[in-house]
């Protein structure tokens, strides 16, 4: 955006989704978990958020996922991805089971899938995908949300994709996903 409008001290709905991002990348987990507030301030000095974008994670946010059941899962972890690039051919994905049918579209095709995975972590075999989710909702759709999230008729589609991605990139099978919904504050499994 113009320095101009920078300059107002409002961020837009995406703007404010992407400083959310932007903090999950970069932030030490561990100094995060003891003191939110902190933390922000550390990526601020850092120049990892714009002061605009520090002021736009609202510590609650974050403090929610520390206090969720898959960070302490993640916390056990050996192995953790965050912010993961990948660019794989859709033909490759075809060894996870649930992107058979998203992939007939792309049959007979050079199809190239590019993306970033949030957050992924080996448990045990297998890893588990977490995708942020910061979409905010006007008053009174929350159970409706809700409801699309745990029928997965939102994301299912992408998650089934950047799972496949993960086990071409691991070699090991992903065995669960999740949406961490920073407006609901709680991961939600969905389902292949």
């Known amino acids: 955006r113009p320095d ?16 959310i991002h932007t903090f999950f990348q970069y ?12 933390e922000i301030q550390r ?14 994670v609202k510590p609650e946010i974050p403090a929610a996922f520390f206090r969720d059941d898959l960070y302490r899962r993640l916390c056990r972890s050996k192995r953790v991805l965050r912010e993961q690039k990948f660019l794989v051919q859709c033909h490759d994905l075809s ?30 075999d297998h890893f588990v995908l977490v995708d942020y989710k910061t979409d905010r909702i006007r008053e009174g759709e929350e159970t409706v949300l809700l409801d699309r999230y745990r029928l997965q008729l939102i994301y299912r589609e992408q998650l089934m994709l950047y799972c496949g991605a993960l086990q071409c990139i691991t070699g090991m099978p992903v065995k669960e996903c999740y949406l961490y919904s920073t407006h609901f ?8």
């Open 43 to 56: 990526l601020q000095t850092y120049g990892f958020l714009t002061p605009e974008q520090a002021a736009a």
């Open 27 to 38: 932030a030490d987990f561990r100094k995060a978990q003891a003191d939110v507030p902190a």
């Open 95 to 124: 060894a996870y089971p649930e992107t058979a049918a998203i992939l007939r579209r792309y049959e007979n095709s050079d199809s190239i899938l590019k993306g970033i995975i949030d957050l992924a972590f080996q448990e045990g």
């Open 185 to 192: 504050q709680k991961s939600i499994e969905v389902k292949p």
């Open 4 to 19: 101009f409008r920078l300059q107002e001290g409002h961020l837009t709905g995406a703007e404010r989704g992407t400083a």
